[in-house]
């Protein structure tokens, strides 16, 4: 089953550190956000593979937005 990560609140996407095919442990830092100044890790919520990453450097998110979906 497919698990969706998402953006907890608005911001840019300042650095993607996973690429599709990536086996990720539970907890790992899939991407980091920048919002008012501060850098904000977006971390898997459970071991898997990326499937696929949605977003890529400089893209500006919304709350919400699934940034990354492990399979």
């Known amino acids: 089953m497919a698990t969706e990560v998402k953006a907890e609140l608005t911001g840019m996407v300042w650095k993607v550190l996973v690429m599709p095919g990536d086996a ?5 830092t899939l991407m980091i956000l920048e ?3 501060l850098e904000i890790p ?3 919520p459970r071991a898997g593979q990326v499937q696929e990453v949605k977003v ?3 893209d500006a998110v919304a ?4 940034l990354v979906v492990l399979a």
């Open 42 to 44: 977006i971390d898997a």
């Open 63 to 66: 709350e919400n937005q699934v």
């Open 35 to 37: 919002s008012m100044k």
């Open 56 to 58: 890529k450097e400089g």
């Open 24 to 28: 990720v442990e539970e907890e790992a």
